[in-house]
């Protein structure tokens, strides 16, 4: 943990899904772009920070339940 810490803490930007990584890139105020797709909800777990992004699908289902398989035929996220 302290290993990858310290490497994101020198990055000039993490690109990450919703990965622990991005909360230690806010607790070192890198900038942040998390993709936040499937069951990733920005609203509960969103790495904000100063420069970040986060990406949601526009997808009416999104964020899905993790825990059940995709209600569509397909998924779209």
Known sequence: ?????????????L?????????FAAAAQTPVVE???GSADYRRTGAYGHG?????SRE???????S???SRERQFC
Not at 15 to 23: E, I, R, S, V, Y
Not at 60 to 66: D, I
């Open 1 to 13: 943990i302290e290993g990858a810490f310290s490497i994101i803490k020198r990055a000039k930007l």
């Open 15 to 23: 690109l990450t899904g919703d990965t622990a990584a991005k909360h």
């Open 35 to 37: 993709i936040s797709i």
């Open 52 to 56: 970040s992004i986060i990406l949601q």
């Open 60 to 66: 009416a289902c999104a964020p899905c339940p993790h």
């Open 68 to 70: 059940s398989p995709c």
